[in-house]
């Protein structure tokens, strides 16, 4: 969600998901990008399923011992309101963790701060691990990315990964009608209440030159 975020210029409050800031965010994506399945992948799906999963994300040095490189994000770090984030990200989820239980008691506490934040965790981060072992791949990638409808079912539309991943830059990743996309429909909305511009998605042409008829290896096609 903050690489939706980052493309559209626009915010989401997962700070208060406890699940770090934009700026944490976009650098690992980025770095997943640029070295996707290799040694140096974030959240490759090659080391397993709990470093893809949480391992990569709980260990605070694990990028930049991994990787060796922060890449370019001064664009958010040029910002005073990432910035901010950044510096202030544990007092977001405690402020809203207090607030909670000062209106609610321990209900409203367990509810939005266990079970919300467990259900969150657990839809942003499988899909790491799931949609580059198991799918389709319509488009020729250098990786091994691919499309789970069920994965897109459960996360708004982010099983399309092996779209993503051949059209990174678009914040649409269910490119055909029928690939149901409601974190796309959201953005649409913010776009029309003017709180995203500037949408890049891929053209009739952009597809039909990333289009393959390579088959993908039985091991990762759905069942």
């Not at 997943?32 to 999963?53: I, L, M, N």
């Not at 990743?173 to 149901?180: D, F, K, P, Y």
Request: glycine letters at 6%.
């Amino acid at each position: 969600m903050y690489v939706v975020v980052y493309v559209n210029k626009s915010y989401n409050n997962l700070t208060t998901c406890i699940q770090r800031d934009p700026i944490f965010w976009v650098r690992a994506h980025k770095l997943h990008h640029k070295y996707s399945d290799t040694d140096k992948d974030p959240y490759t799906p090659t080391e397993g399923v709990w470093c893809s999963y949480l391992g990569w994300f709980l260990y605070n040095e694990y990028i930049g011992t991994k990787c060796g490189e922060d890449p370019n994000v001064s664009e958010l770090k040029a910002q005073w309101f990432y910035r901010f984030l950044q510096d202030t990200y544990f007092w977001h989820p405690t402020a809203f963790a207090i607030l909670l239980y000062l209106y609610g008691g321990f209900p409203y506490l367990a509810w939005v701060m266990g079970v919300r934040v467990t259900a969150l965790y657990l839809f942003t981060f499988i899909p790491f691990y799931v949609i580059h072992k198991w799918g389709t791949r319509p488009w020729n990638t250098p990786d091994t990315s691919t499309n789970s409808w069920w994965v897109a079912l459960l996360c708004l539309g982010d099983g399309w990964h092996n779209n993503h991943h051949a059209f990174p830059r678009s914040p649409r990743h269910g490119l055909e009608w029928w690939q149901l996309d409601l974190t796309w429909e959201l953005i649409k909305f913010l776009e029309v209440v003017g709180l995203a511009a500037d949408i890049k998605v891929p053209t009739e042409a952009d597809k039909l030159r990333r289009k393959t008829s390579l088959p993908v290896p039985a091991k990762q096609t759905d069942k």
